[in-house]
């Protein structure tokens, strides 16, 4: 077996000094026969600390776990988390020469296997490898990730006083809000199925964040309130704002203000005894054109 440091780069090749003659084909899953043509194509870039709690390529934090801490699905070293604290990437291109299988080169795939030897140890055991063609199996994040494809999670849908039709001014309060519907606020829910992994998601909106369009922002936990006649010049309860500056120049007097909505969304998801969470967002916008106060004196 090869043992590396996660900072050093190996490369093991059948011409080099490094020859795969420490490398069995009794170990599990190797695939270097030296019996045969020794070669191998081992190649492990890069520094930084192992996928212990998270923090390479890969999905949120619990999606995979290692001895009851989350490893990230996906290292951009060595490929696709495997179990067992073990990544396992494609060799690309495949060696020439057929491995030593009576399945054929059609049937698998050659590979490296690059397995921690502890969480957190940053120390590397590499094994030549193949698996059947085709890529490693599912994680259970890589399932919800395809299960939260199927969910709509819509942009806000827009209600704002001043109407879009008709005009606000400065020192007058602006209210903001979403209609209510699963696609602009949820509940949402969805699951998919990957051979034994079922996972399940929720999706519900958590905030909005609202871009007034002249570099100011408000943030509501809630979808604000509808503006209704009734309430006259008051300010809106749940989510509003007030507009320091016109959006109309003498230049250019009918000019509006570009206002921005991200809605944040808060998606769990439950599955292979497993779970994690997931922070998409989406986006909708409008306008309102901001004028000045008319003061008239006698």
Same mark, same amino acid.
């Given at each position: 077996?090869?043992?590396?440091?996660?900072?050093?780069?190996?490369?093991?090749?059948?011409?080099?000094?490094?020859?795969?003659?420490?490398?069995?084909?009794?170990?599990?899953?190797?695939?270097?026969?030296?019996? &045969?043509?020794?070669?191998?194509?081992?190649? &492990?870039?890069?520094?930084?600390?192992?996928?212990?709690?998270?923090?390479?390529?890969?999905?949120?934090?619990?999606?995979?776990?290692?001895?009851?801490?989350?490893?990230?699905? !996906?290292?951009?070293?060595?490929?696709?988390?495997?179990?067992?604290?073990?990544?396992?990437?494609?060799? $690309?291109?495949?060696?020439?020469?057929?491995?030593?299988?009576?399945?054929?080169?059609?049937?698998?795939?050659?590979?490296?296997?690059?397995?921690?030897?502890?969480?957190?140890?940053?120390?590397?055991?590499?094994?030549?490898?193949?698996?059947? $063609?085709?890529?490693?199996?599912?994680?259970?994040?890589?399932?919800?990730?395809?299960?939260?494809?199927?969910?709509?999670?819509?942009?806000?849908?827009?209600?704002?006083?001043?109407?879009?039709?008709?005009?606000?001014?400065?020192?007058?309060?602006?209210?903001?809000?979403?209609?209510?519907?699963?696609?602009?606020?949820?509940?949402?829910?969805?699951?998919?199925?990957?051979?034994?992994?079922?996972?399940?998601? $929720?999706?519900?909106?958590?905030?909005?964040?609202?871009?007034?369009?002249?570099?100011?922002?408000?943030?509501?936990? $809630?979808?604000?309130?509808?503006?209704?006649?009734?309430?006259?010049?008051? !300010?809106?309860?749940?989510?509003?704002?007030?507009?320091?500056?016109?959006?109309? &120049?003498? !230049?250019?007097?009918?000019?509006?203000?570009?206002?921005? !909505?991200?809605?944040?969304?808060?998606?769990?998801?439950?599955?292979?005894?497993?779970?994690?969470?997931?922070?998409?967002?989406?986006?909708?916008? &409008?306008?309102?054109?901001?004028?000045?106060?008319?003061?008239?004196?006698?």
């Amino acid at each position: 077996m090869l043992t590396s440091l996660r900072s050093l780069g190996l490369v093991c090749v059948a011409a080099s000094v490094l020859l795969c003659s420490t490398i069995s084909a009794a170990d599990a899953d190797a695939g270097c026969d030296t019996s &045969t043509a020794p070669w191998c194509s081992v190649d &492990t870039p890069g520094t930084g600390a192992p996928p212990a709690g998270g923090g390479h390529a890969g999905g949120a934090p619990g999606g995979c776990r290692w001895a009851g801490r989350p490893v990230p699905c !996906a290292d951009s070293a060595f490929g696709t988390y495997v179990g067992n604290g073990c990544y396992w990437a494609p060799d $690309n291109p495949q060696p020439v020469q057929a491995m030593p299988s009576a399945d054929g080169p059609s049937k698998k795939v050659w590979g490296v296997k690059s397995c921690y030897t502890a969480p957190g140890s940053g120390a590397v055991t590499q094994l030549i490898a193949w698996r059947e $063609n085709g890529a490693p199996p599912m994680t259970a994040v890589q399932v919800a990730q395809r299960a939260l494809a199927k969910l709509h999670l819509s942009g806000a849908q827009i209600v704002v006083a001043p109407q879009a039709s008709g005009a606000g001014a400065v020192g007058l309060p602006v209210w903001l809000s979403t209609a209510v519907t699963t696609g602009t606020w949820g509940p949402q829910q969805a699951s998919d199925t990957e051979g034994r992994i079922t996972v399940s998601i $929720n999706a519900r909106a958590s905030r909005i964040v609202w871009r007034m369009g002249d570099g100011g922002s408000v943030s509501c936990a $809630n979808p604000g309130t509808a503006y209704e006649p009734r309430f006259g010049m008051a !300010a809106s309860p749940t989510c509003g704002y007030v507009y320091a500056a016109p959006s109309s &120049t003498l !230049a250019h007097p009918h000019a509006r203000y570009t206002i921005t !909505a991200t809605t944040y969304w808060t998606v769990t998801w439950a599955g292979d005894g497993q779970n994690g969470g997931m922070t998409p967002t989406s986006q909708a916008q &409008t306008s309102v054109e901001i004028g000045e106060v008319q003061v008239v004196s006698q």
